[in-house]
């Protein structure tokens, strides 16, 4: 029995009777896949995939409750108060999710280019454990590149889905978690063992048995690998800078386009235009009235009380970012004269209607002294694209929260 001869467990006959059918599979030839290779970048996602899963867990978790991300049953994240504080925390969460996400990408496909004679290799399996093993790598890769997908389509693209990408996203993270963690346990020992290695042993499966001649070295591979990670990172970087550094994001054209282009206080990223929600033009004019409790305020009520001003980041779930400087109106006076000195959550609401109608806050962020009805941004009232006459800014909250265009703020205090 030559040493790449499969050891068949049970049923080896069946196993036997699929390696005869064997299809006809490319050879592939190149000397720089072994196992030395794979685990250097096994080693780097190993690192790396957690942080990206982390920080996307805890972005749900910061989403909190309805509408965004919809149900998605016995997954729900636990419900914990996101903090309010540091009010960057969400900026850095949300910038590291997205940034570390396409810098992977690059090893991820190294990786998936440096096992794949392992994935097409014939037969599909050699024991039940084996088809195990191999349906968790099916599951990884699988899910892996639907996240993949989803994510850069999403920070791509104004909205492309037929389905909740909130919803999609998150369910299919579950299933790469899964899949990740088996894939960890059953190749740690592969991963450890080809870190050590100072040679690949000339009858692994990863090694080809009659390579071609090199035209790079491995490390070269490497750097390779390595240079177009750091080169999808310095392209994307720029979309949490504020400044001109914003424009090298080339990548991500979403966190780069800003809303004037004039160098004015209202010329930073804008999420969805005012005219592209076909909120009449004329229910943001001088008949606009802010509802609290009842109480109608129309603008110039507003500005009249107690302002206050605040810097604070716009976060977008898609990892762009910028901080600027609002004043407004403090939620928590509003409560006051709403007659709820005590709310435990409130409920904004926008002119518009669909997925970005409402925000729900939670007791410390209606409190938090830096919470505003929004009037000004650096000194200039808000423009028509960034939620004239009124919008949210919450400390450490995800942008989605930040509801433009504001008709209605409850507070609840039960
Ligand atoms: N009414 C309404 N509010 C909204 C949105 C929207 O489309 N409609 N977009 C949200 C999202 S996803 C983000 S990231 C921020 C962006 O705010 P900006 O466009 O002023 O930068 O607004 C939030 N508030
Ligand atoms: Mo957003």
Not at 70 to 78: A, E, K, S
Not at 383 to 393: E, K
Request: with cysteine; net charge neutral; glycine share 10%.
């Amino acid at each position: 029995m030559s040493p790449n001869e499969p050891e068949y467990g049970f049923p080896a006959t069946l196993w036997r009777a699929v390696e005869r059918r064997r299809p006809p599979l490319p050879r592939f030839r190149s000397s720089v896949r072994g196992p030395r290779f794979t685990a250097w970048l096994g080693l780097v996602l190993l690192v790396g995939m957690p942080v990206v899963i982390v920080t996307g867990l805890l972005s749900y978790v910061a989403y909190g409750s309805a509408p965004i991300p919809g149900d998605v049953g016995f997954l729900r994240p636990p419900a914990f108060d996101w903090p309010t504080s540091p009010a960057w925390l969400y900026r850095v969460n949300q910038g590291t999710h997205v940034l570390l996400g396409l810098v992977l990408v690059p090893v991820v496909l190294a990786k998936l280019w440096s096992v794949v004679p392992k994935l097409v290799a014939w037969p599909p399996a050699r024991s039940l454990t084996d088809a195990l093993e191999r349906g968790t790598v099916l599951l990884l890769v699988g899910s892996l590149l639907f996240e993949i997908v989803t994510g850069v389509l999403n920070i791509q693209y104004d909205y492309v889905f037929g389905f909740s990408f909130y919803a999609a996203h998150y369910v299919g993270a579950w299933v790469f978690i899964g899949a990740f963690v088996a894939h960890v346990v059953l190749k740690l020992p592969h991963m450890v063992a080809g870190l050590r290695r100072r040679e690949d042993p000339p009858d692994h499966d990863l090694v080809a048995d009659d390579p071609l001649p090199p035209t790079i070295s491995r490390r070269g591979a490497l750097t390779l690998v390595g240079g177009g990670a750091a080169l999808v990172g310095l392209l994307s970087v720029g979309q949490v800078l504020d400044g001109p550094l914003r424009g090298t994001a080339v990548l991500l054209p979403r966190g780069r386009t800003t809303a004037a282009g004039d160098g004015g206080p209202n010329d930073f990223p804008v999420n969805r235009t005012f005219v592209s929600t076909g909120i009449a033009a004329a229910a943001t004019g001088a008949a606009w009235r802010l509802d609290v409790g009842g109480i109608r305020l129309d603008r110039a009520a507003l500005l009249a009380m107690d302002l206050h001003t605040a810097d604070l980041p716009i976060s977008c779930v898609e990892g762009w970012s910028t901080q600027q400087t609002w004043t407004g109106v403090r939620l928590r006076d509003l409560a006051a004269l709403a007659g709820v000195p005590e709310p435990t959550s409130a409920v904004v609401r926008s002119l518009e209607t669909g997925p970005f109608a409402q925000a729900e806050l939670h007791e410390g962020q209606v409190l938090h002294p830096d919470s505003l009805l929004a009037l000004r941004v650096n000194g200039a009232d808000l423009s028509p694209d960034h939620g004239f006459p009124a919008r949210l800014i919450v400390p450490a909250i995800p942008g989605v929260r930040c509801t433009k265009w504001v008709r209605s703020v409850e507070f609840r205090s039960v």
